[in-house]
């Protein structure tokens, strides 16, 4: 399939990257030159004209930033960039996919983006063009092989020819396929992301009770890991979750429910305890330092 991939970042990059590598048309577009360059100097197609990148497309991976500010999801980058691609489905006769892949909080893409799109466009989402809301679950260090060898692949649909036209497009990737609703997949990505939180900040609590009882963390973490329904990853404690994408996300989701009345006590002392360990690993830090 032709493939157009709007926001070359690190998932934009994996995305365009991982369907090229299974045989697809890509090309990407962002208004960062410097990315189109490191990209093109890698072989890759791309545009600076947003125009180009959805007429020469099926489907539209719109792969912008969604960061948290002030407490909340910022909307900017997503409301530009469906702007911009329904300005050029004006000029498009034929059907087109839009999916957003972009971390969203619930309802984001069906009162947020297709209103947007349906009113520059003046298309109608579901006749003259799809909408689909792809999650998706990589790791910065190991976007591009997380990509290639996803343990799940969540498809939120608008419609079922939407839906069909994505999944179609995934058929070479060995993983479990779930279509739900758009709003059901941009909460299972908050979901993964927040529970990813909460198990690293339950285990930096372990820490800090370790040593205040004079135990052995890592040994204790290390013994609990072997349990399957526990694992590994994050039971190592005294460092804070970090990253692009646990911290934003966890603030944002907060703001979002309780602007809808919803106290998420357990979710408001997660981000406590990472805050506190945050503290700790900076004071501990600057003490082997000095």
């Keep these: 399939m032709k493939i157009s991939v709007v926001g070359a970042g690190v998932i934009g990059q994996a995305t365009g990257i991982g369907f090229f590598m299974k045989g ?17 100097e890698k072989g890759y197609k791309t545009t600076e004209k947003i125009d180009y990148a959805i007429h020469n497309s099926d489907i539209v991976f719109v792969c912008v930033p969604s960061p948290t500010v002030d407490g909340s999801m910022d909307f ?17 006769s034929s059907y087109r996919l839009i999916v957003v892949r972009s971390t969203v909080l619930p309802s984001t893409t069906r009162r947020k983006v297709v209103p947007i799109l349906e009113q520059h466009s003046e298309l109608k989402a579901g006749k003259d063009f799809g909408v689909c809301m792809n999650p998706e679950f990589l790791r910065e260090k190991s976007a591009l092989q997380d990509f290639l060898n996803p343990s799940r692949i969540v498809i939120g649909e608008l ?10 497009l995934y058929k070479p990737f060995p993983a479990h396929l779930y279509r739900v609703d758009l709003d059901d997949a941009e909460m299972v990505k908050y979901v993964s992301n927040m529970f990813l939180a ?11 009770i370790c040593k205040e009882l004079g135990l052995n963390s890592d040994v204790v973490s290390k013994i609990v890991a072997l349990d399957p329904r526990i694992g590994e990853y994050g039971v190592y404690g005294g460092r804070p979750f970090e990253g ?4 934003k996300d966890l603030e944002a989701f907060i703001s979002y429910v309780k602007s809808k009345k919803i106290n998420p006590k357990l979710l408001e002392e997660v981000f ?14 600057a003490t082997k330092e000095t």
């Design 24 to 40: 697809n048309n890509v090309v990407f577009f962002d208004v960062d030159e410097r990315k189109l360059e490191i990209l093109e």
């Design 76 to 92: 900017s980058f997503l409301k530009g960039a469906s702007v911009d691609i329904a300005d050029a489905l004006r000029h498009v």
């Design 159 to 168: 419609d079922k020819r939407s839906g069909d036209m994505l999944e179609e």
């Design 198 to 208: 909460s198990k690293i900040s339950f285990f930096n609590e372990i820490f800090i």
């Design 244 to 247: 692009s994408c646990l911290p």
């Design 272 to 285: 406590r305890i990472n805050q506190k360990i945050s503290s700790y690993h900076s004071n501990n830090k």
